[in-house]
């Protein structure tokens, strides 16, 4: 157990069932954990270090945090076992930097797979770069990208983003930012940076998450709220 939870009671003997089949009976992990401390990221401090686990369940959605960097013998055996599957999905993200020709080549003899990355700020913009052409030029065309926003940014900087994704061919999936400790850390989406209004980060979110019904409408267009035209789809102002 980590550290950061050495004071939480425990129970006794293992659960009879595992409690990630009810969240989704499609889902596995492979490790646990994680190598890198990034200060927005709860995984370093709720699973501590890198564990790879070589029993998993072979299942399509893959939550790893960062299976790029388990070992080359753990990566070649979760992807020879996930080969026998119709399509897998690497849904908690690929780490860009870490993302080399070697894993797309082996990745693309799955017969569906989902790759996913993530800019969690302008600094990540070359690996994420580099990583999304890799994965084109092996054949990996169904690519997501997390953009992380409200930690260390502006709306402006924060639609940049945003809009540099889409720019690509790829629609971001928005992931604001929740802070694990303080006042606002039990309170989802309560937290609001300097610099940002509440309704501002309300509208980003919500916009940039719903691109499939909207993306024919430009942000400086979309209302949301009591302001919105009445009678019109989302609020959208046409």
């Known amino acids: 157990m980590p550290e950061y939870l050495a004071d939480v009671a425990e129970i006794g003997g293992e659960l009879p069932y ?13 490790s646990r954990g994680c190598v890198n401390r990034c200060e927005f990221c709860a995984v370093h401090r709720i699973e501590g270090d890198l564990i790879e686990i ?11 945090n960062n299976l790029l960097a388990t070992s080359i013998t ?29 894993h797309a080549r082996r990745i693309a003899e ?13 600094e990540d913009k070359p690996e994420v770069h580099r990583a999304i052409d890799t994965a084109r030029e092996h054949g990996l065309n169904d690519i997501g990208v997390y953009v992380l926003v409200g930690f260390n940014d502006t709306p402006a900087e924060a639609r940049e983003k945003l809009e540099w994704i889409r720019s ?13 400790e303080g006042e606002f850390a039990m309170a989802k989406n309560s937290y609001v940076l300097k610099g940002w209004t509440k309704k ?39």
């Open 18 to 30: 595992r409690p990630l089949d009810f969240h989704n009976p499609m889902a596995t992990f492979t």
């Open 200 to 238: 501002e980060l309300e509208d980003v979110t919500r916009y940039y998450s719903r691109l499939r019904f909207l993306e024919h409408i430009p942000f400086e267009k979309y209302h949301y709220g009591p302001t919105a035209v009445a009678g019109s789809l989302f609020g959208e102002v046409a």
């Open 168 to 180: 690509l061919g790829i629609r971001p999936n928005v992931m604001r930012f929740q802070p694990i």
């Open 110 to 122: 799955i017969k569906h797979a989902k790759v996913r990355f993530s800019l969690d700020s302008w």
């Open 54 to 64: 070589e029993d998993f369940l072979v299942r399509p959605i893959v939550c790893d």
């Open 74 to 102: 753990h990566f070649n055996r979760v992807i020879d076992r996930l080969k026998t599957l119709p399509f897998v999905d690497f849904n908690q993200g690929l780490e860009a930097g870490r993302f080399e020709i070697y």
